[in-house]
């Protein structure tokens, strides 16, 4: 009886996926549970809850698809628990024209209305052309490789968080955030380059055992109060040459570092050599 309902859910998927595609007026589609096999989500979508992508599954997401999380609060801790969990593989690749957006359900938006979309345990995830906005944290990488490129995140209390990963962010806009960049590396590789970290409280937050592994060059990062700030257990200095600090002036570059130079426990941020004018915007401009 197992298999035999496991063959008519294959069959069913298949099915599903000859279909003709929906119009546009199709009835939004509602997903709570896990996605155990391959799947493709377009037009508007609802995540009731905690939705996993399960290992060896690959969730595809449609140019144009909006994703809804509702505000639950089952726990009264202030944050929606609406999240998507990847453990298998995301590939959200949106367009300049209809990009892929995840968004807060309820009305009026703000921040912290759902938890993430978090790439976990995951290989070569792709996110291109997405927008992230009011979520705790927009997008997390965790234990995984990903692309994260072209994408906006706005309005979220942090817009990227990542450890122990081998990651690319490339040509993002990050603004009207919290926290623009969090991140613990803990032997992370990558690079993050030709970002607009901008307008947010704080650009990037090194908090623990974060080394130079991924790259951080080429980016334009002007935030209001600190545009790095260690945290307090971020002991090893870190590279931050070769960005923009919305300035050439080096004494005003350095009152934007929240790092050894203020509180002697915590990493120095290195930074010269630096840009001394803006990066030119790429990928969603």
Known sequence: MIRRAARCLRIAVLAAALLPAAPADAAETVVRGSVP??????????????????????????????????WLDEDANGIGDGELNVEGRLVA???????????????????KDWTYVMISTSRESIVEHCVFEYAFTGLQVHLSSAAVRNSRFR????????????????????????????????????????????????????VIKSTSGVRISGN?????????????????DLDF????????????????FFDKRRETRVGRVLFEPYLEQAVEPCGIE
């Open 155 to 206: 309005r979220n209390f942090e817009a990227l968080r990542f450890s122990t990963s081998d990651i690319a962010v490339e040509c993002n806009q990050i603004a009207d955030n919290a926290y623009g960049i969090r991140f613990e590396s803990r032997g992370s590789t990558g690079s993050i380059t030709r970002n607009a970290v901008v307008g947010n409280e704080y650009g990037f937050f090194p």
């Open 220 to 236: 334009n990062i002007v935030n209001s109060a600190y545009n790095v700030k260690m945290g307090e257990e971020q002991r090893e």
């Open 37 to 70: 096999v391959d799947t493709a989500w377009e037009g508007s979508v609802t995540v009731i809850g905690q939705v996993v992508v399960k290992k060896g599954a690959t969730l595809t997401i449609l140019p144009g698809t909006t994703v809804r999380f509702p």
């Open 241 to 256: 040459r070769g960005n923009w600090w919305g300035t050439a002036d080096k004494g005003k570059i350095v009152e934007g």
């Open 93 to 111: 690749r949106g367009t300049r024209e209809l990009p892929i957006v995840f968004t807060s359900g309820r009305e009026p938006p703000a921040p």
